[in-house]
């Protein structure tokens, strides 16, 4: 037997004061479910850096998670400019980020890295002027 | 309500009649006379310098001691976003915010979630009054108090708002009585403070008759009675933050022009950095900016004169903590708006004028550079003054002598001693 639950969240690529939400309600809510905590902080982690992603290059988007008894996969969807050199973008210290995003921390270029070090599956599918799905997934202790 | 309270006072047992303090306070407001340091009420900012450099401790701050929470029935307690920075492996603030609860307060309320508030208030009102620019932050007690002495023709740029401190007592006092039922009289909305400015911003308010806040505790008071807490708090599950990166982030140098989301702005902490930067501005030098912060102490409230913590190490802490909090969690709702303008304007008081006319002032004036003349230049500090010129100011008001300067005293005693000789 094993349950699925599912949890959607709509990222609004309109306001930026809200980026970030989405992963700490996904947080608090693995926090009611008992998860391992080491397993929230890598999931929270990399959703973060995910949503984040979305709001300033992509201009939002939809997330999508499901939490099994195995692991938590998420699924970032956007229908931004799209990733045209994934090598490079995967590169510690590279961001195409704005200067006024620069000061509360943003831009240091550690996003996608940082997702890929904290969960332990991802993939990237993108095309330039149509969007880009990423799919992660952590696995439960 | 007097409007010249001061939160720095002397310890005139400890006071030895240095000239350390006189020297460094950047609105030369203290003298030493008769072998102790006093402080002239009008000039002083509250900005702790005289603290920080006195070498014998006699430079103290006031604030209310912890058992002001005894005076009421519910006690709230607004924490100052700097002191997140004051402790070591954190990473969740939740664990201060209960632990408060434990050392006694009834309930917390984050002074960082007002901020962010602050911070919508400010990115509207600046977006909406493009003519204006550049604003300036008046979230610094010091500074709005130099401003208003020094430079009232920057008064017009203050941002209109009160600081999120107020507001957050305003908030916090409502939700208490909301929760409990009582009279506002009997909750006591008690802040934890960096430094004694903020004291003075309570009991001394500027741009409202009083303060919401009732009482003024210090974050270095406060570290010591929290510490024992934090251990049981770090499994609990209650959760009472509500704020994010930008909220936090105004503890430090840089944070509040942060929650902007803009690019042209300045942020300069240090006294004489903040002095510098006013008298640049007041020369019309920054033109294209739209916002400068500024902090009058180094590194921002972290660098306060009642922290704990080195302000560089806390300021990494927060950057730290600040790492994977959503951009903000405290919004507008529309009812907000109206309440938090300020209700008094700041005025202009010109402490520094020497006369009560134009006239009188230039006359004063030229007497001032006449004396400057014969006095040696040295700036020593002997007579108790910071400057040859601030002594010649204070002989003109009528407040010192020529003979207080003991290179001229010195110089008088030698013709005496000349004249008997030759007699």
């Known amino acids: ?141 | 309500m007097d409007k010249f309270i001061n939160s720095v006072r002397l310890d005139s047992d400890l006071c030895k009649g240095c000239i350390n303090c006189i020297k460094r306070c950047p609105t030369q407001a203290i003298r030493v006379s008769n072998g102790k340091a006093r402080i002239i009420r009008e000039f002083c900012i509250d900005c702790g310098e005289c603290i920080r450099v006195c070498p014998h401790h006699a430079k103290k701050a006031t604030y209310d001691s912890l058992d002001i929470m005894n005076k009421f029935e519910y006690t709230v307690a607004l924490p100052a976003p700097s002191f997140y920075g004051q402790f070591n492996n954190l990473d969740d603030i939740n664990i201060i915010l209960r632990a408060l609860k434990l050392m006694g307060f009834d309930d917390v309320y984050e002074v960082s979630g007002a901020a962010e508030l602050v911070s919508e208030m400010s990115r509207n009102y600046i977006d909406n009054h493009k003519d204006k620019r550049p604003f300036i932050s008046s979230a610094c007690p010091s500074v709005v108090r130099l401003i208003r002495v020094r430079f009232p023709n920057l008064i017009e740029h203050l941002l209109p708002f009160y600081e999120p401190m107020e507001i957050a007592a305003s908030m916090a006092k409502d939700k208490a009585v909301r929760d409990t039922g009582l009279s506002p009289d009997k909750i006591g909305v008690i802040f934890i403070s960096p430094c004694p400015a903020k004291v003075t911003s309570v009991y001394a308010p500027l741009g409202r008759d009083h303060s919401s806040v009732d009482g003024v505790v210090a974050i270095k008071e406060v570290y010591p009675e929290i510490l024992p807490f934090m251990k049981q708090t770090a499994d609990e599950e209650e959760e009472l933050a509500i704020s994010g990166k930008i909220g936090i982030s105004w503890g430090g140098s840089g944070g509040e022009a942060g929650g902007l989301l803009i690019d042209s702005y300045l942020a300069a902490d240090g006294i004489e950095n903040v002095i510098r930067v006013l008298e640049d501005l007041e020369d019309q030098k920054f033109s294209d900016l739209e916002f400068i912060e500024l902090n009058a102490c180094s590194g921002g409230c972290v660098g306060g004169v009642l922290q704990v913590e080195n302000p560089y190490v806390a300021k990494s802490r927060i950057k730290r903590l600040r790492r994977y909090l959503p951009v903000a969690k405290m919004h507008l709702e529309d009812d907000i708006n109206e309440k938090q303008y300020m209700n008094k304007k700041i005025r202009y008081e010109p402490v520094f004028k020497l006369g009560t006319s134009m006239l009188e002032s230039l006359h004063m004036m030229a007497q001032v550079e006449e004396i400057c003349k014969r006095l040696p230049g040295l700036d020593c500090g002997s007579c108790g003054a910071p400057t040859c010129k601030a002594l010649a100011e204070d002989i003109v008001r009528g407040d010192a002598k020529e003979s207080d300067c003991i290179h001229l005293l010195r110089e008088y005693l030698h013709k005496i001693s000349d004249d008997l000789n030759s007699f």
Do not use: C, W
Not at chain 1, 117 to 127: G, L, V
């Open chain 1, 1 to 141: 037997m094993s349950d699925i639950i599912h949890l959607s969240y709509m990222v609004d690529g309109d306001d930026f004061t809200r980026a970030g939400e989405a992963s700490s309600d996904l947080k608090s809510k693995l926090k009611q479910m008992g998860v391992d905590p080491e397993v929230i902080r890598k999931v929270a982690i990399a959703m973060y850096e995910g949503e984040i992603n979305m709001v300033i290059h992509a201009h939002g988007g939809t997330i999508e998670v499901d939490v099994s008894e195995d692991k938590v996969v998420m699924v970032l969807k956007d229908n931004g400019p799209g990733i045209s050199d994934i090598k490079k973008a995967m590169t510690a210290g590279y961001s195409t980020a704005s200067e006024n995003v620069r000061s509360l921390g943003f831009g240091a270029g550690m996003g996608l890295p940082n997702m890929d070090k904290y969960s332990d599956n991802m993939k990237i599918d993108t095309a330039v002027g149509k969007g880009t799905t990423i799919t992660m997934d952590v696995q439960m202790k």
